[in-house]
């Protein structure tokens, strides 16, 4: 399952770093990064994150700036990432403690940053969060104007064509012109989706039969089955194995 991280540094190579150290952390990482809290807030409000890393000093021109800390207080003011992991990245001694309790954080890093501290507090970070249950996740398109609420446990299957992004759920079909089928993607973390196609993500959940012979996938819930990409399908096959038996014909 997808855990999202976002790394909010405003020194450019200090946050390149992170990224790195960050991205040796696991294998379906997806990693955000912003030098200042009016793009990050932007990124928060379209994704569903997991475990933040934020710098405390964020305008270092600024006496006394604590921007880090304002940021990570908006965080945990939205239901939508009021149970998110946050971990600080300070030079200030003596106030860990302090951020503990007025945050909640996770845990804190001392800079200068040390790779094995990094990856250490970040597995730990990511391991707590595998462990808690799966939420009914709900999620947001919006066309012409109007905001249509999708909950991912009820997408069969996502669809691109002609620019237009066709949402199969269990309830609906709903069509968001000039939507990514892979920013959407990205966005679910609840659900195990993959591709069977430049242009078609399936929910593992829903898959009734695969015939890898004919190249193609029947999903529950719907009469037409969905061809695999010739290009694909190994891959797609290497990539529902991990998630168990599957009837194959």
């Known amino acids: 399952m997808k855990k999202r991280i976002l790394i909010l540094e405003d020194l450019s190579v200090s946050r390149k770093a992170l990224v790195k150290m960050?991205?040796?952390?696991g294998s379906d990482l997806v990693i955000y990064d912003f030098g200042d809290p009016g793009s990050a807030l932007q990124c928060v409000m379209e994704n569903r994150i997991d475990l933040f890393l934020i710098d405390i000093v964020?305008?270092?021109?600024?006496?006394?700036?604590?921007?880090?800390?304002?940021?990570?207080?908006?965080?945990?003011?939205?239901?939508?990432?009021?149970?998110?992991?946050?971990?600080?990245?300070?030079?200030?001694?003596?106030?860990?403690?302090?951020?503990?309790?007025?945050?909640h954080c996770f845990d804190y890093i001392e800079k200068?940053?040390?790779?094995?501290?990094?990856?250490?507090?970040?597995?730990?970070?990511?391991?707590?969060?595998?462990?808690?249950?799966?939420?009914?996740?709900?999620?947001?398109?919006?066309?012409?104007?109007?905001?249509?609420?999708v909950y991912?446990?009820?997408?069969?299957?996502?669809?691109?064509?002609?620019?237009?992004?066709y949402v199969h759920t269990t309830e609906d079909?709903?069509?968001?012109?000039?939507?990514?089928?892979?920013k959407v993607v990205d966005r679910i973390q609840t659900q195990e989706l993959i591709f069977?196609?430049?242009?078609?993500?399936?929910?593992?959940?829903?898959?009734?039969?695969v015939?890898?012979?004919?190249?193609?996938?029947?999903?529950?819930?719907?009469?037409?089955p969905l061809s695999i990409g010739e290009r694909m399908k190994e891959q797609f096959w290497a990539q529902l194995m991990k998630y168990g038996e599957v009837d194959k014909k």
Not at 201 to 206: D, G, H, P, Q, R
Not at 213 to 221: A, E
Request: proline content about 4%; glycine content about 4%; charged content about 30%.
């Open 22 to 25: 960050v991205a040796e952390c």
């Open 196 to 209: 069977i196609s430049k242009g078609v993500a399936i929910n593992v959940n829903y898959i009734e039969y």
């Open 58 to 103: 964020l305008e270092p021109q600024k006496p006394n700036d604590f921007s880090g800390i304002a940021f990570a207080q908006s965080i945990r003011e939205s239901s939508k990432h009021s149970s998110a992991e946050i971990v600080f990245i300070t030079t200030l001694a003596g106030l860990e403690a302090e951020l503990l309790r007025a945050v």
């Open 112 to 149: 200068p940053i040390s790779k094995q501290r990094v990856q250490k507090v970040v597995r730990e970070a990511l391991s707590k969060i595998e462990g808690r249950p799966s939420e009914d996740e709900l999620i947001f398109l919006r066309k012409d104007r109007v905001t249509y609420p």
């Open 173 to 182: 079909l709903v069509d968001i012109p000039n939507m990514s089928l892979k």
């Open 152 to 165: 991912a446990k009820k997408v069969i299957y996502f669809e691109s064509r002609r620019k237009t992004l």
């Open 211 to 224: 015939d890898l012979t004919n190249r193609y996938v029947k999903m529950r819930g719907t009469e037409q």
